[in-house]
């Protein structure tokens, strides 16, 4: 199983920037899975987490109205869409999805597997 993040880079405060989170060797489509990202010297933090089906999904309050979380179960990948990016999101951004990965409302049971990590970082 292998998780491939793509997507990140240098971007001036405002701009944009999609992550794409592409899996392999096992499909997650009947599973939720998140977005976490870790900045130095922080713990990694959940910030996105989408539903199997992509109809259910669930954000920290730090990007909500901001970032937006997708699926395509077709083609097995997860997106995430950063808008009016700020600084302080500048961090490795990890995907996770796994069999045991889910959404209860709010809270996001995470799964077994991660990605390697795509850089984002934000100039002021």
């Known amino acids: 199983v292998q998780l491939v993040e793509s997507g990140g880079g240098l971007v001036q405060a405002g701009g944009s920037l999609r992550l794409s989170c592409a899996a392999s060797?096992?499909?997650?489509?009947?599973?939720?899975m998140g977005w976490y990202r870790q900045a130095p010297g922080k713990q990694r933090a959940v910030v996105a987490a989408?539903?199997?089906?992509?109809?259910?999904?669930n954000y920290a309050d730090s990007v909500k109205g901001r970032f937006t979380i997708s699926r395509d179960n077709a083609k097995n990948t997860m997106y995430l869409q950063m808008n009016s990016l700020k600084p302080e999101d500048s961090a490795v951004y990890y995907c996770?999805?796994?069999?045991?990965?889910?959404?209860?409302?709010?809270?996001?049971?995470?799964?077994?597997?991660w990605g390697q990590g795509t850089q984002v970082t934000v100039s002021s």
């Open positions: 060797g096992s499909t997650f489509s009947s599973n939720a």
């Open positions: 996770n999805a796994g069999p045991s990965a889910a959404l209860y409302g709010t809270v996001y049971v995470q799964g077994n597997y």
């Open positions: 989408i539903s199997s089906d992509g109809d259910s999904t």
